[in-house]
């Protein structure tokens, strides 16, 4: 059997993905291989299809007991045998499985490191009379002290490969810079390994960053647009996991909190709840989320920030896995980056305590962006990307610039004026006038006391974060951060450069995608039950027996055989034949009662992901636009959804650009061929630049309409 073969039959895909088929073929050469793959990319199946097709046994090192199950029930299911050992086991299961082993049933074996080198643990003896083909070793990143996740048990990985010299070993990991990479493989002792890094990007992932003002209410405003998704959100404390779970809970919602301090039994209840969509948040430390491999979490809320950019990236892309349209929203404040930099440092090691603030500094640096968040992103992990990538709400946000040379300039002197000794939050309480006893009273007779009174807290952070940005400040990294001037200073105190500040003017455009609603929603939901009820009985979380994604392919094409159903990405062979009858009885008698045709014709012949626009995502747009055709206003929608007017806007442009609405409805016909010209003329990647052609006659909602109905057209 070949890969390809192989990869259809067990996993129900016809082609490889990012570096996948490049990777299995160095494993089946008996090659050492490091592999950086995003979350959500795909990395365990660079080991799990090439232990179907090697003759011994795969053993797979894992760091929770959670990924364990949730990778063994995902893989019998598929019809390959895998099991697990671990502390949750009793020792007539524990016998059953080394009885198994002896006797060749099991493919893949998952296991702690924790439980191979232990004091009393004589596994690694017994694993040595077996034929292992090749050892993995998952979120490989946690051997490293330069990693953002270390954990001192995986150091006892550095003596695997003198134990199975002669057999491959695939370190894995989702994020690792230059220094952790080198770390792996010296730690690891891999011999001459080749390197597998793909694309960081996760396109159908949108990053925000909002001001943390008043962050519960903003956090329930995002939410009443998620009422029936699945998400994630996290914390920086324990407690606080615990108090928003149970405020979320008297909203409705239903939440379950997850953090180390939980009793197992607790812990495993919460998260086994929220795998089967039992309960819909999960609000939790970052003790929860490595290897989770739940497919279906439409957005990821970080309510506190991260320590470091690998963190979030890797939190982040616990969303959006099946590769359906997802958020990641962040609250930003400068107290929360005060408050972790003594997490940041090391009790006597200066060395990593000075990476972990640099680690903590490009954290804030991306909250602080106003340019491309996906291109930071990016460029933090050495890959290229364009400068706009049409899904952050930086690219989303229309800025307009002003001189803010005056504000530069009070900013600068106080600086100068405290002799470069003070951190940002005394820079801003000295401008702001603060009565505060910190204020030394010497400082409260300096000219710059009280100068900036006239802007708010949250403006003077931005724009000393601006300043800072654009090279006019520095921040040092010493174990008390203070602000300093740079060479260009000067010239801004004595006039000489002019400062522009950049704010926005919230024209964020919340219809992303370029296709319109395309499955039938009455039957996705039909297709769910049934997968719900089916998970039940095996007992396993719903993702599982299929993707959200692949039902919402079988919503879209309707096939009507099990010729047409294993063509839907996501049916292989094992699932078509134990699955296949129950959906098609619901899918032929939907079709039946509403006069419906296949449509798997239309279907391109390779595995594709099916696109929708957000409107089919969920029916927030939907909501807007019935009670926009109802008569109602879109001022008074916005007010009766407490939504801005701009985002109702968005909503009924998608219905434009789906042919539900006119674009009149939004725009004189007589205007429309000046905007259909300038966009012609300019493209429509940023909407200032057309308005600043058009002029103040055109409004942006009316260039945004004009921009979707002509993708219609298109």
Known sequence: MTPLQALHKYFGYT???????????????????????????????????????????????????????????????????????????????????????????????????????????????FLKTLNVSLIAIDEAHCISHWGHDFRPEYLMLSSFKTEFPKTPVIALTATADDLTRKDIREKLALHQPKEFVSSFNRPNISYTVAPKKDSYNQLLGFLDEHQEDSGIIYCLSRQNTEHLAADLQKQGYAAKAYHAGLDNETKALNQDQFLRDEVKIIVATIAFGMGIN????????????PKNIEGYYQE????GRDGLPSEALLFFSAGDAFKLQRFARVEGNEDQSRIMLK?????????????????????????????????????LTEYKKFDGTVIAQKALSAVYRLNQRFGTNYVIDLLRGSRSEKIREEHKQLKTYGIGNDLSKAEWQRYIGQ???????????????????????????????????????????????????????????ELKTIRFNLAMNENVPAYIILSDATLQEMATYLPQ???????????????????????????????????????????RAKATKTKTSRASAGNTQRESFELY???????????????????????????????????????????????????????????????????????????????SWMKKEA
């Open 294 to 305: 739940k497919s279906n979490v439409r957005y990821v809320v970080h309510y506190d920030l």
């Open 15 to 125: 082609e490889f993905r990012h570096q996948q088929e490049a990777i299995v073929q160095q494993v089946l050469t008996v090659g050492d291989a490091l592999v950086l793959m995003p979350t959500g990319g795909g990395k365990s199946l660079c080991y799990q299809l090439p232990a179907v097709l090697l003759s011994g046994l795969t053993v797979v090192i894992s760091p929770l007991i959670a990924l364990m199950k949730d990778q063994v029930d995902a893989l019998n299911i598929n019809g390959i045998p895998a099991a697990f050992l671990n502390s949750s086991q009793n020792p007539n299961e524990q016998q059953s499985i080394v009885s198994r082993l002896k006797s060749g049933e099991i493919k893949l074996l998952y296991l702690a490191p924790e439980r191979l080198f232990g004091s009393e643990s004589r596994l690694v003896t």
């Open 316 to 319: 982040t892309g616990r969303a």
């Open 467 to 525: 300043l800072v940005i654009q090279g006019y400040l520095q921040v040092t990294d010493d174990q008390y951060p203070v602000l300093k001037l740079t060479s260009t200073s000067e010239a801004v105190l004595k006039g000489q450069q002019q400062v522009e500040f950049s704010i926005s003017e919230a024209m964020e455009e919340e219809a992303k995608a370029t296709e319109p609603t395309v499955y039938e929603a009455d039957l996705l939901h």
């Open 359 to 395: 680690k903590l500094d490009d954290m804030v640096k991306y909250c602080q962006l106003q340019t491309c968040r996906r291109q930071y992103l990016m460029h933090y992990f050495n890959e290229q990307f364009p400068d706009h990538c049409g899904s952050c709400d930086v690219c």
């Open 629 to 707: 055709k109802a008569g109602i206003s879109i001022s008074e929608i916005a007010g009766m959804r407490n939504l801005a007017t701009t985002t109702i806007e968005n909503h009924l442009c998608s219905f434009i650009q789906s042919g539900e609405m006119e674009v009149t409805e939004l725009v004189d016909q007589q205007k429309i061929p000046a905007i259909q010209d300038a966009v012609e003329s300019y493209g429509a990647d940023r909407l200032a630049p057309l308005k600043e052609i058009l002029g103040d006659d055109y409004s942006y909602t009316e260039i945004k309409a004009v921009v």
């Open 561 to 603: 055989s099990l010729d047409e159903l294993g063509r839907i990405s996501g049916f292989g062979e094992v699932k078509l034949n134990r699955y296949g009858e129950a959906f098609l009885r619901i899918i032929n008698a939907y079709c039946t009662q509403h006069g419906l045709a296949s449509k798997i014709s239309s279907k």
